[in-house]
């Protein structure tokens, strides 16, 4: 949906508060008493729902990325329309002053329950067949008092460890005979710590089934060949750059980017939250106008707090 399109089907809040009704139906309502999706009866006067079993009512918000927020309707509609209508993103500063909010506070808090949203909705997909792994060095921002001790290279306190997996499957042209990868899926978590370990953790967490996994020559993946099917570990040079780990270097490259020229500078507690928005729109890069409406399906998907 484009932003023209929102401003003719979205004018007021009721026109808001008809089409979470009906996403919220299409979609199942969870009851947090009976804990299950139940049948619900909508009371239009006072706007809201009730159980058919226990009468347990629930006001349009709750059980969604909108519970418990005293913000219209038609302000989170407009911060879906701008974090899915930009393909880059949205930064909460700009999103300040296009909704004309007060406080910077408001608009912060509400674009970071939609990225950790979107983390969610993400969680629910797994990688599979042949896969690139790969960790890389974000900068981030450091305290005054940290920035006169800081260490050098990959110790630095400026730089946190982000695991970076992505699907990769191994094509060839029939007619030329040129062989080449198509990317699939990525999945991308801030690590604590770049050794075996984590990652064994992170690859148990996002990887299934029989997996081929490519990755450099690391010591911290040695013992990943206990884990997955088949482990080849190539050394990192322009050949395995641009070939075998092509599309999870090329991830790094534009995630590296995106957060240099949106946010410029951000909090190590928040980095998930930037990588959950940057992977669900690299999921989804070719769902163009419909990703607005993807957005919506996973803020109001069922569930209990």
Known sequence: MTILQFLQYFPDEESCEVYIKESRE????????????????????????????????????????????KISLHTWMLA??????????????EFQRQVSLSRYDTAFRLMHKIRAMMGKRDSLYILNDMI????????????????????????S????????????????????????RACGFYKME??????????????????????????????????IVDIVDTHYMV???KVSVNETLKWVHKGISNLKRNLLGIHHMITYKYLQNYLNEFVYKLNRRYFG??????????????YVQ
């Open 190 to 223: 801030v690590l604590g710590k770049v050794d075996s370990d984590h990652v064994n953790k992170f690859i148990k967490k996002n990887i299934a089934g029989d997996v081929v996994l490519f990755t450099d020559k690391n010591t911290a993946y040695v013992d």
């Open 132 to 155: 690139e792994f790969d960790e890389c060095f974000v900068e981030v921002a450091t305290k005054k008092q940290v920035k006169q001790n800081l260490k050098r290279g990959k110790g």
């Open 157 to 180: 306190q400026r730089q946190a460890k982000v695991a970076v997996a992505a699907e990769s499957t191994p094509l060839e042209n029939p007619r030329t005979g040129k062989k080449d």
């Open 235 to 237: 050394v990192s040079d």
């Open 26 to 69: 299409k979609a199942g309502i969870c009851c947090k008493t009976c804990k299950s999706n139940t049948k619900h009866y909508w009371f239009s006067g006072g706007k809201f729902f009730e159980c058919s079993q226990c009468r347990r009512r629930s006001s349009l918000k709750s059980g969604t990325v909108m519970e418990s927020s």
């Open 289 to 302: 106008e419909r990703l607005f409406d993807q957005l919506i399906i996973a803020a109001v998907h069922p």
């Open 80 to 93: 879906f329309i701008f974090m899915s209508a930009t393909k880059k993103g949205f930064s909460c500063l």
